[in-house]
């Protein structure tokens, strides 16, 4: 099968990913063997090719935003799917099941985990696998470029309005706007809360200003009024400062970012006091991906969308770094 491989990170302006002819891997247990349809270019695989994210294996086969079909079950394989269902893989490959965590309802902080595209081979190619367990049937009606988009930038954008703790008709915050943020809009706005959208580049600005904005900024402007949570997409630490400031009393500021550069020193009383937080974001649960499935159906959620050829991962991924994509980037394997 014809994959986009990784020997080694590298600048993506020197086109570290090779097309190359790999075997089809062989779905065990309860893994099932999915046809690629589609997969979207997502920012953590920029972070992964250019080894801002440490390697984990060798001769890496990057994406996690998976649209295929079932082409054969596993020996231990369940008759959950049938082949040919249409099917999505999301970041988070497994977990361990049995951890703290785990047990817990918190599987996105397993101490074991393993990530698609990072810790196995993603969807960068033909084909690939996928235990049963984590693979997610995808709603009829939304084309696979566009829900591709959902299985990452959608289900972490999903994850980050959760713990930014906004309320319905609060007024929130989105600090950069790409894959992950023009999703979280339609959500936010579903809810009948103003957006105030942060961005640098024109494009963006004029993205969100057609999808529904109440306001848009440069990315370190400040908003017309307190806002009550904020979420920070931009891998920028020196925007953490500039977010918290323009919170009110008591607001949440979620970091959805999976890389994020170094945060400046802050002074206490002009950016946290008055009981302002910060809340990480960590990968995402199974939980968060069903539920937002359903989201997508009911509003329903569209994606912006740019297509690529599979050989053109490289390209898709400079773009996507100078922020020359307007809306979420995807490649089209079959």
Known sequence: MRAMVLARPGNVEESPLALTHVPIPEPTADELLIRVEICGVCRTDLHVVEGELPPHRNRLIPGHEIIGHVERRGPGASSMYRVGDRVGIAWLHSSCGYCAYCQSGRENLCNSPRFTGYDVPGGYA?????????????????????????????????????????????????????????????????????????????????????????????????????????????????????????????????????????????????????????????????????????????????????????????EALRRLKHDQISGAAVLRIF
Request: glycine share 8%.
């Open 126 to 314: 033909e084909y690939t696998t996928a235990p049963e367990a984590f693979v997610y049937p995808i709603p009829n009606g939304i084309p696979a470029a566009e829900a591709a988009v959902l299985l990452c930038a959608g289900i972490i954008g999903y994850r980050a309005l959760r713990r930014s703790e906004v309320k319905p008709g609060d007024p929130i915050g989105l600090y950069g706007f790409g894959a992950s943020a023009h999703i979280v809009l339609q959500i936010a706005r579903h809810w009948g809360c103003p957006v105030y959208v942060c961005t640098r580049g024109e494009e963006h600005r004029e993205l969100a200003c057609r999808m529904g904005a109440e306001w848009v900024g440069p990315a370190d402007a400040a908003p017309p009024v307190r806002l009550r949570s904020s979420i920070l997409f931009a891998p920028a630490g020196e925007l953490v400062p500039v977010a918290l400031k323009a919170l009110d009393k008591g607001g949440t500021l979620a970091l959805a970012g999976i890389y994020m550069t170094e945060i400046p020193a802050m002074d206490y009383d002009t950016y946290l006091f008055q009981e302002r937080s910060i809340r990480s974001v960590t990968a995402n649960t199974r939980e968060d991906g069903r539920a937002l499935m359903q989201l997508a159906a009911e509003i329903p959620l569209r994606a912006e969308v740019e297509e690529f050829p599979l050989e053109a991962a490289n």
